[in-house]
């Protein structure tokens, strides 16, 4: 995967993985289980950059055809969807066709005590205008429930 290292070389780049990310992947190779960023990375993480951490992990493990990793990160994403992450976590599902993921999106922003501070964000703004089809899933699940 990385070619020959000797002793002149010091680094070898991935391509579009930082490292906390790489580490996260290598973690789940060696043990078979979902990473903790608390032990990835010194002192606690926030919130937020745990679950960019974790976005960033379910890309890549799908990048790398890593399937249980992947099943793992998405479930952990449905788990923990707010109405500050809902809009980013939509966004993956979209670009990368989680199907799960992206239905736990829909049924947290059609949840009555949540819809309104999601939908009147520019963060979910700008989402409809790039993919205006989501609005159209949205309302017709709306119209199911």
């Not at 055809?65 to 992450?85: A, M, N, P």
């Not at 809009?87 to 199907?99: M, Q």
Request: net charge negative.
């Amino acid at each position: 995967m990385f070619g020959t290292m000797d002793q002149t070389s010091k680094r070898e780049n991935v391509a579009g993985i930082t490292a906390v990310v790489f580490k996260g992947l290598i973690h789940f190779m060696y043990t078979d289980a979902l990473p903790d960023l608390n032990h990835l990375v010194s002192g606690k993480s926030s919130e937020a950059s745990s679950i960019s951490f974790y976005q960033d992990l379910i890309v890549v493990a799908d990048q790398y055809k890593v399937k249980g990793l992947q099943t793992l990160c998405e479930d952990y994403l449905c788990r923990t969807i707010s109405v500050g992450t809902v809009v980013s976590s939509l966004t993956i599902a979209e670009e990368n066709s989680y199907g799960k993921l992206k239905e736990e999106c829909f049924r947290f922003i059609l949840d009555e005590k949540n819809c309104k501070a999601i939908t009147l964000t520019r963060a979910f703004h700008n989402l409809v205008a790039k993919w205006p089809s989501l609005l159209d899933e949205l309302l017709m699940k709306d119209q199911e429930k």
